[in-house]
Every structure is written in C-alpha cells, then in structure tokens.
C-alpha cells in the first residue's frame, strides 16, 4: 500500500511529532510517555534503514523501553516526597514550545539538503538534527533534572539514529549504548540527591 | 601480553570498590591518594622494554590488545599520566577533611581510570568513549550534603553534548584520513574539535556551568572536575595530534585554540565584574588561567608550546589553593556567598581564597606572573591591544577578587566551627601551597617531553 519511502518518512514524522510531545508537555509521565514511544519509533525507523542490522534496532527498542521504566521508578519515587519537584510551573509556555519543535524541524530538513554527508541517508540526518535539537531545548528548558535528562536521552537517541547508520563496528555500536545507559544512571542519580536536599 | 600495562590499567578500577564503603571515613582521602601516587611510582619503576610497533613512535612495552583493539603506552603518555595521577593524588589530600566530598575518591579513581584508557586506546575513535563516559561521571563528584543540583545538571548537559562532538569529530577525522584531497570532513573535524573544546572547558558562550560547579557544587569535587578535562584535553588533543598528524596542520587549527583562548581569559574578566561571591569569582579566575594555557598552546611556537605546558603545574597549586578554601569557606558558612564568614573569624580562609585566585589570575610575585609577562612580550609586538587587553583583563579579576574582600558583612549567619585538626590541616596546606607554588617553576620544567611531543608534530623548526 505504501512506498518503502513514504513508510520512512511516516516514521520520521511519527519520531519527530514524538519529540516534539516531550517537549510541549508540562506532566513528567506524559513526557516519559512520549519519549518511550519515540524510542520505540526510532527503533522501527531504524529496521526501515538497509545499513542498519534489524537485531539492532530491537535492541533499541528494548532499551528505550527498559530507561522508560527506570525512569517512571525514579520519578515516581522522587514525587512522593517532593510534589514541587516534577510540578514546577513551565518556563515557556507548552504551545511555543510545540511551535519551536516544528521551527526545529524545518530547519533540519534545511541542514539536511544544505550540509549533505557524503554516506548518510538524508532523511536519517533530518530525525538527527531534530531530535538533537529539541533534545537541547529540552534539556535548557527544563529546571529538574529527569526532565533535562530525558532532554539529554534525546540528543543521544538522534545521535545514535545517525551513528548505527554510518557505523559498522559492533563494539562502537556497543559503546555507544553503554553510554546512554551511564546518562540514564546519573540522572536517577541527580533525581535521588535532589530528592534528598528537598526532603 | 603487557602485564605491567594490564596492572596499571585496572588498578584504579580495583580500587574504586573498595575506597567505595570508606568514604565516609578519614582513611578514604589517604588511601585513594596513595593509590595515585603509587600509580605514578609504577610508571616510573617499571622497566618498560622499548617496543617500536610504528616507524615514527616506539612504545614502552608492547601493546596490550583487548577485543581486536591495542593500549599503547608512549613516552608522552607516561608524562601527561604521571600529571594526571599525581594532581589527582594532591586533590583527594585536599578534600580529606570535608566529609561532603566523600563521593569524590572513588569516582575520582574510576574517572582517572577510564580517561587512562581512553588516552591509551586506539583508534582513537573508540578512546572517545572512555574519555566521554569519564567527564560524565564526574557529575557524581559535585553531588554532597545541601548542594544545589543546577551545577551537575548543567554540567551534565554540556559533558553529553561535548562526547557526541568528540564521537562526531574522531568519525569525521577517520573519513578525512580514507578520502584524502576532500575538505569536508577536515572542516567538519576542526569544526566538532572546537565545539567539543568549547564544551568541555566553558568556554563562553557554554561558561555558565563552571561557575554553577564552584559556587554551589562540592568544591573539591568541581575542581577535580574541571582538572581532569582541561589537563586531560590538553593530553587528550596532543593524542589526537599524534594519531591524525594532519591535524596541526589545519590553518583553523591554531586560530580555534587562540579563539578560545582569548574568549576564556577576555570573557571572565568582563563577566566577574557583574558577579558576586568567593565561588564565582574563583571560576572566572579559572577559566581565565586556563584561557592564556590554550592561547600560548595555540600559537603554535616554540616558546608557546613550552609556555602552555609550564603553566600546567602552576595552576594545578592555585587550583588546589582555590578547591581548599572554597570547601572550607562553605564548611563554616554553608555557602560560598560573600561576607560570610569574616576576616577575623576565619583569616586562614580568607587569606587562602584571595592568595588563590590571584595566583591564577598571575598576579606577582606569584610564578604565573612569568608566564602572563612571557606571553605578552611574545605578543605584544604583533597584537599590541590584544596584549593590553588581557592585562587589565587581570586587573579586572583583580578588581573583582578584592571587592569580595571588602564586602562588608550583610546578614550575621552562625559559623560552623572547623574542627582543629581541620584548620591545622588548612594553616599546613596553605604553607606547603605556598612552597609549592614558588616550587612549581622547576616542577613544570620537567613537563618538558609534552611540549617536544607537541614541537615534533608541528615540525616548527
């Protein structure tokens, strides 16, 4: 029924109207939410990518659901005691935020056709560049640190649409992974102490 | 197999476990230093058989190889490890009698450790990881008792966005060496090199979360932290250097290094002004004398280069300087705002703050004056108002360092009182800096082979 192309480019959209919910929603667990399903979509994008193997991608998925889960913990936890902390009162305002997202998505598509790499698909380059972009947005906009964080994960989750594309080496592929995980660790971390100073 | 090489890579990596449940007692800080400094002694003791595995480096010992990839150690590495392993050592002694720096030697180890490995591990490619995953774990060291959390956020926000820069750049640097001849991926390395020095060292605009560090974070901790990536950077872009000897030769390389070295030291002094408390004044002064460390780096001279690695041992004692009496200030005080704590009831204290950061801000008789003068009469004939520039930028900091002296005392907060032994500890420390710091001429001249490593690739001569 539908192009590989055209499926590629749903993904992209879904990916990206993914980010763009995360970073207009104000409620943590919607944010969360939001950000697990754009994990799971980047990995359905990333089985649409011939450079990519499919195994990868499940493991991506996996990974997005598994940091969602901590996460959920570590906010949940971090609730209960301080009410303020996952609360506080937006900076920006959730519909200019929606609008910054789709500015940032439009200027990706720009980057993507003005900067081309020579070995990385375009359509890739622009989940990349959208995905990093919101993800700074989120993480400078946000005063807690799960929200940062889920900011950081972001960039990281653009990032790796890009590297397991143009990369071939598994321990690379293994590596950067690990990082993600080692992001994910040190903001339960920060959440925790957070929650600690608070109470 | 290097055995010597496998010992001096997990050694911090064995240690960290078990400094882990001490922390919270006075053994953490001795051990974990002796640690270091035994590390230090095994570089030196053992007898590393030269290996040559390329023409142009030969290797003490042969490489280590570990899942198909080599650590090799080099003789520059030995140097720029002995620095990086003997600061640390003086750092964990420094935060010994602060029980909010616990987290501190334990992670300080295992960051230690990871930017070994990344230091020694080729391709370089797969060295940015460890290297990476090392400054983000630092984020842990600034978490203590009633510190604010914005710094390590913050700081976690830049160290994220410098390792995908890092990551960027070392792939681009590897498809510049595949396809040579095309000037996109040489632009895009030098482009990612200097976002990700940017980001890394707070360089302004990305400045903002060195002064959160120093202000509200754990001060050993955020000293160790800014340490470990500027001292580790320079080792690590020397590495790179060697790795990609393309790179030197770049003509945007030297214009990013005097860049950022020109923003950092320029910037700080003009923004200091608009800021108040001991905390961030004493970041500004940091990143101002790191500043001029990156400009003589980026002149690409002989003399630069020989600056540049000098001033490292010199700003290592005013740093320490600074991290001490941060941590001390805030210990009495609970916080590192101005006026605090006053210059009767804390003399030491303050004498330790201002002596500090006019240390790093080079003002005389200090040693860092030499450098700061050298610099400015390499300069001065070629960039005259450049040179007068970052001499009243010195003025300023200056300005700004003794305005904290003269605040007068706003709210009366009760002080804590430091334990004895703590501010016997503090007079101790503050004499043995003093020695060191009139000391670490002579102590820098032995960096000597970092700046010839340097030398050797820029082929000046």
Not at chain 1, 70 to 75: E, P, V, W
Not at chain 2, 386 to 413: F, H, K, M, N, Y
Request: glycine residues 10%; aromatic residues 12%.
């Amino acid at each position: 029924m539908f192009e590989p192309w055209n499926i590629r480019e749903l993904v992209i959209l879904a990916v990206v109207g993914l980010a763009g919910l995360v970073l207009a929603l104000d409620d943590w667990r919607g944010m969360l939410l939001a950000w697990a399903l754009m994990g799971v979509a980047g990995g359905v994008l990333l089985q649409q990518t011939t450079e990519v193997p499919r195994e990868l991608a499940g493991i991506q998925i996996l990974n997005s659901a598994l940091l969602a889960l901590l996460f959920y913990l570590a906010g949940r936890r971090a609730r209960m005691t301080t009410q303020k902390t996952m609360s506080a009162r937006p900076v920006v305002h959730g519909r200019f935020r929606a609008l910054a997202a789709l500015f940032l998505y439009v200027l990706a598509r720009m980057m993507a056709i003005r900067f081309p790499l020579p070995i990385a698909s375009p359509s890739l380059l622009i989940a990349t560049y959208t995905l990093i972009g919101i993800g700074l947005l989120i993480a400078t906009l946000s005063r807690s640190p799960l929200k940062a964080g889920l900011g950081i994960l972001t960039m990281l989750n653009g990032y790796q649409v890009f590297y397991l594309s143009v990369q071939d080496s598994l321990l690379a592929i293994g590596l950067m992974a690990g990082m993600s995980l080692l992001v994910a660790f040190l903001i339960v971390a920060l959440t925790m102490a957070r929650q600690e100073v608070s109470a | 197999m290097n055995f010597p090489l496998l010992i001096l890579l997990a050694v911090p990596f064995l240690a960290a476990p078990v400094i882990y449940p001490l922390r919270r007692t006075p053994l953490a800080a001795p051990f974990a230093a002796a640690i270091a400094i035994a590390l230090v002694g095994f570089l030196w003791i053992v007898p590393w058989p030269i290996a040559t595995t390329r023409p142009d480096q030969a290797t003490l010992g042969a490489p280590l190889v570990l899942l198909g990839r080599s650590l090799r150690l080099t003789e520059t590495d030995r140097w720029a490890l002995s620095t990086l392993w003997g600061c640390a050592a003086l750092m964990f002694l420094t935060a010994w009698p602060f029980r909010f720096e616990r987290r501190l030697y334990p992670i300080g180890l295992a960051a230690g450790g990871l930017w070994t490995i990344g230091l020694l591990l080729r391709p370089i490619s797969l060295g940015t990881f460890f290297t990476g995953g090392a400054a983000l774990l630092l984020a842990l060291t600034l978490l203590g008792e009633g510190h604010g959390m914005e710094g390590a956020t913050q700081y976690l926000i830049a160290a994220s966005l410098g390792f995908l820069a890092w990551v960027t750049a070392a792939w681009a640097a590897e498809q510049a060496t595949l396809n040579p001849g095309q000037p996109l991926w040489t632009t895009l390395t030098m482009l990612l090199i200097g976002m990700a020095m940017v980001l890394w060292l707070g360089v302004w605009p990305a400045y903002r979360w060195v002064l959160l560090l120093f202000a509200e974070g754990a001060p050993v901790g955020a000293a160790f932290t800014v340490f470990l990536l500027n001292y580790g950077t320079w080792f690590w872009l020397l590495a790179w250097a060697q790795e990609f000897p393309w790179l030197p030769q770049l003509p945007g390389w030297s214009a990013v290094l005097q860049t950022m070295g020109i923003l950092m030291m320029l910037s700080s002094a003009v923004l200091a002004l608009a800021e108040r408390g001991w905390g961030t004044i004493g970041g500004y002064a940091w990143l101002a004398s790191s500043g001029l460390s990156w400009l003589a780096l980026g002149l690409g001279t002989v003399e630069g280069i020989h600056l540049s690695a000098w001033t490292l041992w010199i700003r290592i004692v005013a740093l320490l300087g600074l991290a001490f009496g941060l941590a001390a200030y805030r210990r009495m005080s609970g916080s590192t705002e101005s006026g605090r704590v006053p210059l009767d009831q804390g003399p030491w204290v303050i004498a330790l703050l201002l002596g500090s950061g006019m240390a790093l801000i080079d003002a005389p008789p200090f040693p860092g004056f030499t450098a700061r003068w050298t610099l400015t009469r390499l300069l001065l004939p070629s960039h005259p108002l450049l040179s007068l520039a970052w001499i009243g930028g010195a003025g300023l900091l200056g300005w700004a360092l003794l305005r904290e002296l003269l605040r007068p005392q706003g709210e009366t907060v009760p002080l804590r009182p430091m334990p004895r032994s703590a501010v016997w500890f503090g007079i101790a420390w503050w004499t043995a800096e003093l020695l060191l710091l009139f000391v670490s001429p002579w102590l820098g001249l032995q960096l000597r082979p970092l700046a010839d490593a340097w030398i050797h690739l820029s082929l000046l001569e």
